[in-house]
């Protein structure tokens, strides 16, 4: 009997990692499916323990499952292109990359056909689910760029499983033997598996190619921007490369930019999960990914939308598996639990016939879940999503006030930095007057219950202040002043409010000014009296002016006394900047039917 527990060490801190530990489970998995049947891939476990990623099955690999165990293909593909003839017969699994583009061409074309008949939502799904491309055709695209010139490594190392057939068990007992404690002496492992691969002709080791192994490859990946690397590229046994070469199938998500024509990989990094629901939730993934629109694929944008977007791909999955259940399993149901986040890398085009990797980061998924426990939350949560998406999606990155918001949205889902989040809302509002000023029919924004949704699920504390009666009303007060007058305005300007009468001026620059006066106590205070009073003095003049009954449902509530000491109670116990941010936030959102 062999190990039940496999121990991948993290050797360059890089996705390289995280490729190793899926070609691993990938690997384990095919001898268990072999030994106990195609669902076993659920009970293989992940876990990230710092030094090492810990693989752990349900039960221990046995001896005789390997005596009876014949030849298995490669979990990885050997990939196909350019209408080559091989010069071996190959007994593995193989994707051209020539078709796969071809079907994907074929099916953005009877897309857009569907589409010009007025096909669409639902129906056009329905329509072409049987032709969707494979979920990972970017995977085979992306190995199969030739400017990439990662192809030929990446099927000289996958060949070489096909090699070892004469002695295939031994082989496997060795790759096993390399993962089966922290401290095994890989050398003495590798060196008796040396002995059979010459048999074989298998190398001994291979190129270490910038695809599999980033930290090794050409160009500007130190720590420290100080020093263009030329020839930090190394040979790695190939055990490694060729479990690389099978992890990046279940991890990798590459975009191609639509900005900088830049390939961008993110891979998935591990936390505490099932092998299977990593595979099921990037299947999901990678076909939210596709369906993106290109003007969506900036470089900034990217980073952004492949966050959220697999966190509704998790969600997807959360649904699937309590498909008879309306409870669900509340470690399980948040992504943050699940995975850490991405490795991310850049591989910019610096001559005509070469991609270099110019930049490595890594961006945390956010801790957002909260307590997920109902398909209702779990509904809440996409929808919020959703709106996030649509917020991004409609920000224009050419212009700098865009840049400069996708940057502070940047710097909060990926780090939990609200300090920045606070900053893009406040600068968010000013982008939907100007963008309602400038004859835009609909401005994306966020909505209060999903503000309220975020806020409580990743700051629990931040409850009492929402909840206050006196700081929703202060929040509407803002709202009437600024979005909601600033949207009749434009109605009526574009003549798309007919008899539609605009009662009350727009209050350019309130969210900045109250931000502005918040670091100050009583500045802030005086400052927010000051809209106050103003408010209600705008809404006394309206109401003498006007018909009230025939205006009732454009007028303005009044704000009360018992408002504004509502509200400096909440300064006075959570501080002048946290109360202000907030009321810039709630004060810029869209009021929900549940508000009303």
């Known amino acids: 009997m062999l190990s039940d527990t496999f121990y991948v060490p993290k050797q360059s801190g890089t996705y390289a990692d995280a490729f190793l530990v899926n070609g691993l489970a990938a690997i384990l998995n095919e001898i268990m499916q072999r030994a106990q049947g195609p669902e076993t891939y659920r009970h293989i476990n992940i876990a990230d323990l710092g030094s090492h990623y810990q693989i752990r099955l349900a039960e221990p690999i046995r001896e005789e499952w390997l005596e009876r165990l014949g030849f298995f293909h490669s979990p990885a593909f050997y990939l196909l292109s350019g209408g080559k003839e091989e010069t071996t017969s190959l007994d593995t699994n193989t994707r051209n990359v020539d078709e796969t583009w071809a079907g994907v061409r074929a099916y953005a074309e009877q897309r857009s056909a569907l589409y010009d008949q007025d096909v669409k939502g639902a129906d056009i799904e329905a329509q072409l689910k049987d032709q969707e491309p494979p979920h990972d055709w970017q995977v085979v695209a992306f190995l199969g760029d030739w400017r990439m010139q990662a192809q030929d490594i990446y099927n000289r190392a996958v060949s070489g499983w096909t090699q070892g057939k004469p002695h295939f068990r031994e082989y496997l007992r060795a790759l096993l033997q390399l993962y089966a404690a922290p401290g095994v002496d890989a050398n003495q492992i590798l060196q008796e598996w040396r002995k059979i691969a010459k048999q074989d002709d298998i190398p001994h080791q291979d190129t270490a190619s910038q695809l599999l192994n980033p930290h090794q490859g050409k160009g500007q990946n130190e720590s420290k921007a100080n ?61 939210y990914l596709w369906r993106e629109r290109k003007g969506d694929a900036t470089s900034l944008k990217t980073d952004i939308t492949s ?31 699940a995975i850490s986040g991405f490795y991310v890398a850049q591989f910019k085009l610096l001559s005509q016939n070469a991609y270099t990797m110019v930049n490595q980061s890594f961006l945390s998924l956010p801790a957002w879940g909260g307590t997920i426990q ?65 004859g835009d029919k609909w401005v994306p924004t966020f909505s209060t219950i999903h503000l309220r949704r975020l806020f409580m699920n990743s ?4 409850s009492a202040i929402l909840e206050h009666q006196g700081f929703q009303n202060v ?52 400052a927010l009296t000051d809209f106050m009073q ?29 408002d504004i000491e509502d509200v400096i109670s909440l300064v006075d116990e959570y501080g ?17 039917r549940d508000d009303n």
């Not at 966050?307 to 498909?323: C, I």
């Not at 103003?534 to 009230?548: F, I, L, P, T």
Request: aromatic content about 12%.
């Open 459 to 462: 700051k629990k504390p931040l």
């Open 534 to 562: 103003s408010y209600n003095q705008k809404n006394s003049q309206v109401r003498e002016s006007v018909d009230a009954e025939k205006h009732f449902k454009s007028l303005r509530k009044d704000l009360r006394e018992s």
């Open 227 to 287: 020093a263009l690397r030329m020839d930090n590229i190394k040979d790695r046994p190939w055990p490694e490369e060729f479990l690389k070469a099978c992890g990046l199938w279940h991890c990798l998500a590459p975009r191609k930019t639509s900005d900088t024509k830049d390939w961008k990989v993110y891979v998935i990094a591990p936390r505490r999960l099932t092998w299977g629901a990593q595979r099921e939730a990037y299947r999901n993934f990678n076909k």
């Open 374 to 438: 109902t398909r209702s939350d779990v509904t809440g949560m996409k929808a919020l999503m959703d709106e996030h998406l649509d917020v991004i999606h409609g920000i224009d990155e050419s212009h700098s006030d865009g840049y400069d918001l996708l940057h502070r949205y940047r710097d909060f889902v990926a780090g939990e930095n609200w300090e920045a989040f606070f900053d893009f809302a406040a600068s968010y509002g000013h982008e939907i007057l100007r963008r309602y000023n400038d």
């Open 307 to 337: 966050l959220l977007l697999f966190y509704k791909a998790w969600l997807d999955y959360v649904e699937t598996v309590h498909a008879e259940r309306d409870d669900f399993d509340a470690e399980l149901a948040r992504p943050e639990k």
């Open 576 to 592: 002048s900047e946290l109360v202000a941010n907030l009321l810039v936030a709630y004060g810029y959102a869209r009021e929900t």
């Open 475 to 526: 929040a509407a007060a803002i709202r009437h002043s600024t979005v909601i007058p600033q949207y009749w305005k434009a109605e009526i300007k574009q003549g798309r409010a007919q008899g539609k009468d605009q009662f009350y001026d727009v209050q350019y620059g309130l969210g900045a000014e109250l931000k502005r006066k918040s670091t100050v106590r009583d500045e802030f205070v005086i």
